[in-house]
């Protein structure tokens, strides 16, 4: 039969197939016409796939990632040369923030750790992991030379900066609070399987992929705006990997100083960090003399148990609306709304999951337990981010005394630009006269 | 405390450190891949909700249209090239369902016509394949295209994605096809 002057069967053929599709099958194949038999001798093309980047030049990022950090770490420690360090900083720009598109970076792969360690269903790629695990191997050895010249993240905030001001402290201090929150955020969602949340909000990623939505690039525009006149915004407020090289490095073996020798403290490189990651051999002073300061000390880590206990209820409770996050949740949730005849009108997502035949009972389940999976993790992230902030406040109570400028090793980020404020060291410098006139 | 218990208390929690960094890339690695992971989406998954098209994080989507040609009926009446009612069937934009024109209708011998995509036409909206799956073989389907994706850590259309079509696969074997070249596909790993 000539299909092209058929119309009775065709259409009888076509009403069929509309009834296939609206009995709700799945997109499953059917071989509705049969396959041609070629009389002319017409051959089939072939059907390209071309393959994604290779794993040579992704084993090839790994071992640039290890010189780089190699290299800064001399560059910051032996050296001491901000100009290497910035001309290292560049290239990191242009290596791993615009050849490779800024993915997979350090701070991500916090993710896909989490991931694979709570999921079976996950392998986590070799190259994932060491783009985790390096950056704070390094900075247990050599402190934080990964933020002063490979992240580049850190390199596009470090090119804008003009005009960099101090933070007010009772500000830094509650910001500096946010990182733990985000990197707890960050690791809930992704080994719960909701999705990654530092890759969704990556601001400048969008730069170095050319695309991203709207919302993002404006998100990105505005920081490196902000940055031009308080350094480096993402890097110390929010960056999540911050935190944990921010403890890889207050232990590290090795650590950047702002002197070569030692300290004379002659001044000079009070306000040459635009970081504000210096310690002043000055104490801060406590308000009211010595007794009430150590009683309020006593009332906080009296209070901190209660402060822990109440965080993990508070995380705990605050499982279920995060749980919302996770597509089972949201589909589940929008299932029973409209199974209640609660809202009019159904969603792709809830059209695309009927199609598929599950019960709805099994769907319910598996939200129900992904749920209890956030509620418990909900309050770990609780308990955690209670003992930071009582660990903070512990902190911010106690006095400490140093006697000469040093960097902190917590939050400085290994730039060098302090490097070329100290005097101790330069050419025709006698380190004895500089110790008489600095006193 | 004196400097040297410092000393030696810091130096103590480093090694502490750098175990426990040790000790969660050993976990981590005993659930390793060897290979890269990319994302494609299942077909046979795929609602054909049009969202493949806009979700990207590219300006031009990274999924296209493919043709599984074992598997096409070659018709002239082809329900993923002509829009339902089209007034006669041939090559006129006014007849296609494509929006941008990709598919291309060529004569092969009575009465089979050969559909071909032209992927710098191709965004990748899936009304080809609600047509063809509907009313045809399914030889129409979605899928990234591995010279395009950037393969980012979270993709943007997984997410968004209402039936959930995307999983992580293997570099080496980064499409899910239908049909013959499906199953030589798989044949080759």
Request: with cysteine; hydrophobic share 40%.
């Amino acid at each position: 039969m000539l299909k092209g002057s058929v119309s009775k069967s065709r259409k009888t053929v076509v009403t069929l197939a509309l009834l296939f599709s609206l009995a709700g099958a799945s997109s499953a194949v059917i071989q509705r016409f049969p396959k041609p038999d070629f009389e002319s001798g017409y051959t089939r093309p072939e059907l390209e796939t071309p393959g994604p980047r290779s794993m040579a030049l992704e084993s090839l990022d790994v071992v640039v990632l290890l010189l780089a950090l190699s290299l800064a770490s001399y560059f910051a420690l032996k050296l001491r040369s901000r100009v290497h360090i910035f001309v290292l900083m560049l290239f990191s720009l242009l290596y791993f923030g615009f050849w490779r598109k800024g993915c997979v970076c350090s701070i991500g792969a916090i993710q896909n750790v989490s991931y694979t360690l709570f999921n079976s269903d996950y392998a986590i790629p070799w190259t994932a992991l060491a783009f985790f695990a390096l950056p704070l191997i390094f900075t247990l050895f050599f402190g934080r030379t990964f933020c002063a010249a490979v992240c580049p993240l850190g390199a596009v905030q470090d090119v804008v900066i003009l005009r960099p001001r101090k933070v007010p402290r009772p500000l830094a201090h509650a910001l500096s609070l946010v990182p733990y929150l985000y990197l707890g955020l960050s690791v809930l969602y992704a080994a719960a399987g909701a999705g990654f949340l530092i890759c969704r909000y990556d601001p400048f990623v969008g730069f170095f992929r050319f695309g991203a939505n709207f919302n993002m690039m404006l998100f990105g525009a505005s920081l490196l705006l902000l940055g031009t006149v308080i350094a480096r915004p993402y890097c110390r407020f929010l960056c999540p990997y911050a935190v944990l090289l921010n403890w890889m490095s207050r232990l590290s073996r090795r650590h950047v100083s702002i002197t070569p020798d030692e300290c004379v403290n002659c001044r000079l490189c009070e306000e040459s960090c635009p970081f504000d990651a210096i310690r002043h051999p000055f104490t801060e002073k406590q308000g009211g003399g010595k007794a009430r300061a150590m009683r309020r000390l006593g009332w906080i880590v009296l209070l901190t148990p209660v402060v822990v206990t109440a965080g993990a209820w508070i995380g705990y409770k605050l499982g279920e609306p995060l749980s919302k996050g996770h597509f089972t949740v949201s589909l589940a949730e929008a299932i029973v709304l409209e199974e209640a005849g609660l809202r009019s009108e159904t969603s792709d997502e809830t059209d695309a999951f009927r199609t598929t035949g599950v019960p709805i009972e099994t769907l319910l389940s598996d939200a129900r337990r992904i749920q209890d999976r956030f509620r418990i993790g909900g309050g770990v992230l609780g308990a955690f981010f209670a003992v930071i902030f009582s660990v903070k406040l512990i902190n911010l109570n106690i006095r400490r005394r140093y006697d000469e400028y040093s960097a902190d090793t917590g939050t400085c980020l290994s730039c060098g630009r302090c490097f070329a404020y100290c005097p101790v060291g330069a050419e025709g410098v006698d380190l004895e006269q500089l110790k008489r006139l600095s006193t | 405390m004196s400097s040297s218990r410092r000393d030696f208390l810091k130096s103590g929690l480093n090694t502490a450190a750098g175990l426990a960094v040790g000790a969660v890339t050993g976990l981590a690695l005993s659930r390793s891949g060897a290979s890269d992971l990319v994302w494609q989406l299942d077909p046979d998954v795929c609602a054909q909700c049009e969202k493949c098209a806009t979700n990207c994080v590219l300006p031009e989507s990274a999924v296209k249209c493919v043709h599984s040609y074992s598997m096409c009926g070659y018709c002239d009446l082809c329900s993923g090239y002509l829009e339902p009612g089209a007034k006669s069937r041939d090559t006129g934009a006014e007849n296609q369902l494509c929006p941008t024109g990709a598919i291309k209708r060529a004569y092969v011998e009575d009465p089979y016509f050969e559909y071909t995509i032209d992927e710098k036409l191709c965004i990748g909206c899936g009304k080809c394949v609600k047509g063809c799956s509907a009313f045809g073989n399914g030889s129409l389907y979605l899928q990234v295209r591995h010279d395009r994706c950037l393969n980012c850590n979270e993709c943007a259309i997984a997410r968004s994605c209402p039936s959930q079509a995307y999983r992580r696969v293997p570099a080496a074997t980064p499409y899910i096809l239908r049909g013959e070249e499906g199953q030589r596909y798989v044949e080759q790993i």
